[in-house]
């Protein structure tokens, strides 16, 4: 699954031997890749106080389409 916004496109798919969200993102000196284990919470600079719990994004995930 991709979804793509403004900052970035993130992936969502298997990494480090297990879940992980694989976040890009533009820099001065390129794209730069942050992964994202499934036990931890994705948090950016540019939305102070955001905060996406991984383990819940793929919970969700799981449930999509079997209701």
């Known amino acids: 699954m991709s979804i793509t916004e403004n900052q970035g496109t993130y992936h969502l798919g298997?990494?480090?031997n297990g879940i992980a969200m694989t976040v890009y993102h533009q820099t001065d000196q390129g794209v730069a890749e942050q992964i994202?284990?499934?036990?931890?919470?994705y948090r950016t600079d540019i939305l102070p106080?955001?905060?996406?719990p991984i383990?819940?994004?793929f919970a969700a995930a799981d449930?999509?389409?079997k209701d």
């Open 14 to 16: 298997p990494e480090l």
């Open 36 to 41: 994202v284990p499934e036990m931890k919470t």
């Open 49 to 52: 106080g955001f905060e996406l």
């Open 55 to 57: 383990t819940r994004l």
């Open 63 to 65: 449930r999509w389409g």
